[in-house]
Each structure stands twice: as structure tokens, then as C-alpha cells.
């Protein structure tokens, strides 16, 4: 969801996270606009020019026990 939104500009952002943050409190999950917005800004710092969507994801655990994410995107 940080990623996605991170490709909105910022005032566009503001109002979509707000809106994210409140859905799901609707349904009950911890998610703060704090938290969305350090992860925002990671992505931002990180992979600055990085415009792919985020389509789908997957996690699938290991027989190690470690996860792999899988994460389709646009091209």
C-alpha cells in the first residue's frame, strides 16, 4: 500500500492515507498514518524513480521456515 501510494503526489497522498487509515480501523487493523508515511518516505528515498504499481502480492513460507515475497507489478 506505501509503495502504490508513493507514486500519488503529496497532496493527492495526504488524502489517500487518511482515507486508508480510517478504512481500516473499520475493520479493525493497527494501521496509523504515521507508520504508512515512514514507509512512504523509505520507498521515496530509497527507490526515487521506481514508478511500477504494485499488482499482487504473495507470501509464501519456506520448508526453512524463511518467507519469500512475491510481487507482480506493472511494467
Known amino acids: 500500500m506505501a509503495w502504490n501510494l508513493s507514486l500519488f503526489?503529496?497532496?493527492e497522498r495526504s488524502a489517500l492515507v487518511s482515507?486508508?487509515?480510517r478504512d481500516a480501523a473499520k475493520v479493525g487493523l493497527?494501521?496509523?498514518?504515521?507508520?504508512?508515511?515512514?514507509l512512504?518516505?523509505?520507498?521515496?528515498?530509497?527507490?526515487?524513480?521506481d514508478?511500477?504499481?504494485i499488482e499482487a502480492f504473495d507470501?509464501?513460507?519456506?520448508k526453512d521456515g524463511r518467507f519469500?515475497?512475491?510481487v507482480?507489478?506493472?511494467a
Open 51 to 53: 514508478t511500477r504499481v
Open 9 to 11: 503526489s503529496r497532496k
Open 40 to 49: 512512504i518516505d523509505r520507498k521515496l528515498s530509497l527507490f526515487p524513480s
Open 72 to 74: 507482480t507489478t506493472s
Open 30 to 38: 493497527p494501521l496509523t498514518a504515521q507508520w504508512l508515511n515512514v
Open 68 to 70: 519469500t515475497v512475491l
Open 59 to 62: 507470501v509464501v513460507e519456506e
Open 19 to 21: 482515507d486508508a487509515v
